[in-house]
Nanobody, 124 residues
């Protein structure tokens, strides 16, 4: 399995920006589809964005299209999520996930095997 550690969360005003990072490590790591997910209190975990192993292909939830950008550093085990135009509805715990076993660039949390502990994003 892969170990994933998120960072970059915090408190930001509406309209502001944050950049989340996820560092992957472990003997089981190799380039694979990765994704960002979020879960607000009392809500189901939902997919935000996914990126292919090469970093060329991406998939976004409709709610974040045009505002969020997922990226990964080639040959580095780092995943990013640039979040612009943040809204109060974006407040949630954000998780990084790896090893998609479902459809290509899936945004279904059940498709992913490995998860980080999360980083809190609060927009207020």
């Amino acid at each position: 399995h892969v170990q994933l550690v998120e960072s970059g969360g915090g408190l930001v005003q509406p309209g502001g920006s944050l950049r989340l990072s996820c560092a992957a490590s472990g003997a089981g790591y190799r380039p694979t589809t990765m994704g960002w997910f979020r879960q607000a209190p009392g809500m189901e975990r939902e997919g935000v964005a996914a990126i292919s192993a090469s970093g060329v292909s991406t998939n976004y939830a409709d709610s974040v299209k045009g505002r969020f950008t997922i990226s990964r550093l080639k040959d580095a085990n780092i995943l990013h999520l640039q979040m612009n135009g943040l809204k109060p509805d974006d407040s949630a715990m954000y998780y990084c996930a790896a090893w998609n076993t479902g459809p290509y660039l899936s945004l279904d949390p059940s498709s992913y095997r490995d998860w980080g502990q999360g980083t809190q994003v609060t927009v207020s």
